[in-house]
Every structure is written in C-alpha cells, then in structure tokens.
C-alpha cells in the first residue's frame, strides 16, 4: 500500500469518529427537555437488558442525574471533539504535514491509557483499540519521518 493511501485510510478512520460523535452530540441535544431517565429505561427494556443489573443500573442512574445543562455541556464537548477530528481528516486527506504531527501526537497520547487498561484487565476491546491506534501513529509517523528524510537527503527524492 503506498503511503498516500494508508494517510487516506487514516483521514477515513478520523473522519468517521468525527461523524460519530457528532451525531452522538446531536442525539443528546434531541434529549433536552425531555425525561432522560425514562428515555434510558426504555432503551434497556429495548435492549432486553435487566435494568437492575449492576452496568445498566449505573447508566440508567446516570441519565437521572443528567440536567438540560449537563447535557448540552456533553454536547458542546461533542462537537469541540468532532471540529478537531474532521479538521484531521482533512488534512491527512489533503497530506498537509500540520495534520500528520497532529495525528501522530493525538493518536499517541491514548497509548499510555490503553496500555494501562491492559494491564488492569485484558479484553479483545482493549487489545484491538491498543493494536488500531498504534497502527495509525506508527503509519502517520512513518509518512512523517520518511518526508523529513526526503527533504534532507534530496537523492532519496
């Protein structure tokens, strides 16, 4: 694969998350004025879970905490998260090398996090998120370092 196409994968990857998120963002604005507690009840009963076992009771307790503030705070958090993965899309799509450092660092801070969450407890989740995300600082840096490489040695060129 050239690299042009693995950044391209990259600023698909990015991009997508971006998407999520934002939809995610939006999904939680549509809950302003409305009974999130209720809304996350039914989404259990939806999902045939026990609504007093011990992962959906936390949720379900957490939605009853969460005020039209707190959720358009989420949401405001959402769409902040969403502006910078897009903006990373583009210019890993577009190759600007601003957007290579940045996917590098910003994809390198998570490693630490995913690599303690394994040695908490190891989980297919954690193994692939740890495998996905190294992957991606690994190809964006190579790209990166390759490029300063090109630039200093102009017979690589």
Same mark, same amino acid.
């Given at each position: 694969?050239?690299?042009?196409?693995?950044?391209?994968?990259?600023?698909?990857?990015?991009?997508?998350?971006?998407?999520?998120?934002?939809?995610?963002?939006?999904?939680?604005?549509?809950?302003?004025?409305?009974?999130?507690?209720?809304?996350?009840?039914?989404?259990?009963?939806?999902?045939?879970?026990?609504?007093?076992?011990?992962?959906?009771?936390?949720?379900?307790?957490?939605?009853?905490?969460?005020?039209?503030?707190?959720?358009?705070?989420?949401?405001?958090?959402?769409?902040?998260?969403?502006?910078?993965?897009?903006?990373?899309?583009?210019?890993?799509?577009?190759?600007?090398?601003?957007? +290579?450092?940045?996917?590098?660092?910003?994809?390198?801070?998570?490693?630490?996090? +995913?690599?303690? +969450?394994?040695?908490?407890?190891?989980?297919?989740?954690?193994?692939?998120?740890?495998?996905?995300?190294?992957?991606?600082?690994?190809?964006?840096?190579?790209?990166?370092?390759?490029?300063?490489?090109?630039?200093?040695?102009?017979?690589?060129?």
């Amino acid at each position: 694969m050239r690299f042009s196409s693995a950044l391209r994968t990259v600023a698909v990857i990015e991009g997508a998350k971006g998407a999520l998120v934002l939809l995610a963002g939006f999904g939680l604005l549509s809950l302003i004025h409305h009974d999130v507690q209720q809304f996350a009840e039914r989404l259990m009963a939806h999902a045939h879970l026990n609504p007093a076992a011990s992962y959906p009771r936390i949720f379900i307790d957490i939605a009853s905490q969460l005020t039209d503030g707190r959720l358009a705070l989420v949401a405001a958090g959402a769409a902040a998260y969403s502006a910078v993965r897009l903006i990373e899309a583009y210019g890993l799509w577009f190759a600007r090398r601003w957007a +290579e450092w940045f996917a590098a660092l910003s994809g390198g801070i998570y490693v630490p996090f +995913e690599l303690y +969450e394994l040695v908490e407890r190891v989980t297919w989740l954690s193994v692939g998120a740890l495998v996905l995300n190294s992957v991606i600082v690994a190809t964006v840096l190579y790209g990166v370092l390759r490029a300063d490489r090109k630039n200093s040695n102009p017979k690589l060129a």
